[in-house]
């Protein structure tokens, strides 16, 4: 089949019979998916293409209505579905738009290569396949038949061209004359004509000819001709012999600059107002606004790349990310590197929207009329279209963000009008235009903490650099690495913020800036006297993003500062009282950054939105919503947590923890102190099973100094939860060892607390078994059938403990395997490694060590599928306490520096002792006293003795510092 769209759409079959293929929605449709044959559109551009603006109800069914006829008319296989969209099944050499385009190409190539008789012969046969204005039955689709008229306009160019090189000036007078009266504004056709008319013998003729051509271009635009149509003026003034014809092509008019496309691009002289620009003499590319650079260009390589990509490939691309990111910069150097004319305009100055073409023209370099006073005054917009309909430009909007529906706007006109033009916007939110390619310009990657090399890093490397401008002695090293990751962490990697903190080198010492980043806006102030007014401060970088948000979005941004580690919009919505949409509106203008589902501000941004929280007087209500939000987080997820949920639940935690911890902390400071020992105490199981223990342990001994003496009434659990938690950090003073002890007289015995069911484990874990517990009793018997399968499974375990204790070891594995079967029918895994632990303990006791390493095998994968450090350790531990037994020091040591070392990570003193114990044992065991005694003295002061099941621990110490021969004093 033959698909024609250079005019009314038309089909043929392989023997030249029309088809016929319906109304004019379908032979819209087979239009739009001819021009793209053998590529997939997409729906929803179809739907723009076909129904404009203003496209019917139900649009996606309609969109299918039509699909379906124009498989009927061409046959199902031709039009392919696609999860996407719909592709037309054509070889695009079948469509006569794409036989024009590759004629018109391998014609170019021939004048360019010195061959106009062939250029001739095939710009000739790709304009005889026009039959009409292009898409005439897609009348939405006006980029596209503006580029393919653009692409016609200059294959008659280059054809006339070629019949120049070949002779036929007389010819081709008439043609040129009418063509010039409906492109006046075009520059190579005139100077086609001026040819046309010297070959013709005609020179003055042809020096009327250039005069009227300045006159129009002065009138309309305000510019002086372009090189080419200078150079042919030129020419006929000094009766340059190369006007001649030349029927070999020959030198003549084929030298670049006086009408002939420069090699290998097809029509490339075709640019309208000249190739050397608008009103700048003289040959290459014009360079409008783009400044040269005062410092180096550090850490944008990747994202260099990207832009320049995007920019072959896209006619509109928006760099958008927050203030100080950098946009400006990045936009700047890729402008810099673009082949061809440039104009780069700055929108930061312009406060009207009505003012941005007016902008854009100055940047241009356009005036206004010197003459013809007495003419209409042109709309500026349309004086732009006019202007740049030919032209080839990349034009650069800077800083649209204030400015945003006018930019948008302009830019939409202008792309739609001007197809060789291409925009590149800088934004702190996109155009929202069809078509528009985004690229988020994110801060520099900052180097992690503890970073060997900080200079890997692009945001450490920015500092070094501008570090080095005001103090040319600064380097990075080993001494001031810290400071530079610190400063350059605090600061989010954004680079404005970087260059300021490097300014205050003149006359702050590295340490002092550094100190002195609580403070980041009163520090960092003195930025560049040449720059932007909101450039020279971080203060007015933030401020002018703020500025430009209504009065939703202020709230929304301010009342957000209260998520330490970002918000999911569920979470943002429910604490902030704004809906969602407000969320991704502030996510769309750079204020927030979206990272894994969570929405989450910049530090300095946060800062700054702070302020606006205190100075609206809505911080106390806004954290009180925020603390209460994750109190019912984690009453709703510790239940789960000895579940086969648990993973999931665990996970969902760790994505929380930031403001878990965000809000106990306020509720200690500055919150109701239920509310803070309620957060505290059903926080405890997610933070036992992570390995949470410095950070909660601190917050527990905080709102226990909060509370003094005093016990909530109602809320006896919540506070021994509290005293548990702040004494598993293992460092136990007086007066916290005087609150553990009195804690089984705030719980009556044999008492299974209703509220929290992880405190049934923990109490007797420091304090433990309560007094008068009778494994053989009928009522604990039918005490413990009573309970909820979790604690009944637990309580299996513990009645395991207690038997072997009391040297009842047959009885105790059974009771273990009990709590084991449960355990594993609930899919705990917490749980099931807690019984595990027990039998392997009991084997262990027995001298079965290869049964106890068997077992602390599978409890440590199951600990390592928790995530749960501290009991990895503790495995680690057992098993390195089997091997060594087994003949395998190696595999022993190991295990227990493994062990040391994720103790050590996680705050976790009892089994870093543990660790230690055992090393010390390795070594005394290979006759190395000196370690050994040095290691079970670092276990003895590691050791929590105030813990009940660190009892075991403590003896083992003992005996070890014995076998030295040194006696062990009571402590």
Known sequence: MRFDILGPTEVRDDGGAPVAIGGPRVRALLALLALESGRIVDAERL???LYGTRPPGGVANALQSQVSRLRRALGRDRVEFHPSGYRLVADPLDVDAHRFERLAAEGGQALAGGDPRRAAALLR???ELWRGAPLADAPHAEAAAARLAELRLAAIEDRVQAELELGRHRELVAELTQLTAAHPLRERPRAQLMRALYGSGRQAEALAAYDEGRRILDEELGVEPGTELAAVHLAVLRADPSLGASAQGGPGLGTPGLGTPSAGTPGAGATGLGTSGLGVPGGGAVRQGVRAQLTSFVGRAEELRQVRAELAGARLVTLIGPGGAGKTRLAVEAAGRIEGDVCVVQLAPVADGAEVPLAVLAALEIR??????DLPAVEPTARLVTALADRELLLVLDNCEHLIEAAAALADTLLAACPALRVLATSREALGITGECILPVAPLRVPPPDAADPLAYPAARLFADRAAAVRQAFEVDAENAAQVIQICRALDGLPLAIELAAARLRALSLSEVAARLDDRFRLLTRGSRTALPRHQTLRAVVAWSWDLLDDGEQTLARRLTVFAGGATPRAAERVCGLPEDVLFSLAEKSLVEVVDGRYRMLRTIRAFCAEQLAAAGEAESIHHAHAAYYLDLVNTADPHLR??????WLTRLDKESDDLTAAVRWAIESGPSELALRLVALSACYWWMRGHRAVSAHLATDLLARLGDRVPAELNEEYVMCVLVAVWSGDVGEELAARLNRLRGLLPDQYMPPRLEFLSILLPMFTGPPSGYDLMSEDSDAIIEQLPPWSRALTHCGSGFILQIAGRPEEARAAFERSLAAFRRLGERWGTMLALSGLGDLAFDQGDYASSSAMADEALKLSRELGAMADVAENLCRRADAVARTGDPAGALEDYRLAARL???IGSRDTLAR??????????????????????????????????????????IAAGLTRLGEPVSER
């Open 47 to 49: 739907v723009d293409l």
């Open 125 to 127: 046969e790709g304009l």
């Open 368 to 373: 206004d009329r010197t003459h013809a006073r």
């Open 643 to 648: 579940t086969a949920e648990q993973l999931d």
């Open 903 to 905: 103790s050590r990570r």
């Open 915 to 956: 660790a230690h114990c055992g090393l010390g044992e390795l070594a005394l065991a290979q006759g190395d006293v000196g370690a050994a005694r040095r290691l079970l003295e670092q276990a003895r002061a590691e050791c929590p003795d105030q813990w009940y099941s660190a009892g075991d621990l403590t003896d083992r």
